[in-house]
């Protein structure tokens, strides 16, 4: 397994593990409703399509079939990083259900559209540093 096969499996498995708490907690709440799931992606579909494709699977081995049990609504900013915030307000404005993102300035953008939908980051350089978490026992700072 090379490198970049493993960080990527590791992105895939963080994801997953981070995305199935709120989702679980969504079912109970909502019996029969679909939730929603929006990916804000720092840069190109391109670049992330290996990390997705491991969230989707590991989503299937969860029973979540995207389009079935979950809908899942993708925006990417391209590597252009001052699109994320505009791109953080569609998805509030969807009224996804969980924020999904994986970079410090998704994850703030993301912050600053929403203090009600919950926010799941998979990687951010140090959360409680530049603000995105109070602590990290306690998750999102308000």
């Known amino acids: 397994m090379t490198r970049r096969e493993f960080i990527t499996l590791l992105g895939g498995a963080a994801a997953v593990a981070a995305v199935s708490a709120p989702l679980k907690s969504f079912a109970q709440q909502h019996p029969g409703k679909i939730p929603r799931i929006g990916?804000?992606?720092?840069?190109?579909?391109?670049?992330?399509?290996?990390?997705?494709?491991?969230?989707?699977?590991?989503?299937?081995?969860?029973?979540?079939?995207?389009?079935?049990?979950?809908?899942?609504?993708?925006?990417?900013?391209?590597?252009?990083?001052?699109?994320?915030?505009?791109?953080?307000?569609?998805?509030?404005?969807?009224?996804?259900?969980?924020?999904?993102?994986?970079?410090?300035?998704?994850s703030l953008a993301a912050k600053r559209a929403t203090a009600k939908i919950p926010v799941v980051f998979a990687a951010s350089s140090d959360p409680i540093d530049t603000g995105v978490a109070a602590s990290l026992a306690r998750g999102l700072s308000p």
């Open 39 to 106: 990916w804000l992606v720092p840069t190109t579909q391109a670049e992330w399509e290996n990390l997705l494709e491991e969230y989707r699977r590991g989503m299937r081995e969860l029973g979540y079939i995207e389009g079935r049990s979950v809908e899942t609504e993708y925006v990417y900013a391209d590597g252009e990083l001052d699109r994320l915030p505009g791109l953080a307000a569609t998805l509030v404005e969807h009224k996804v259900d969980v924020i999904v993102t994986a970079s410090t300035p998704g």
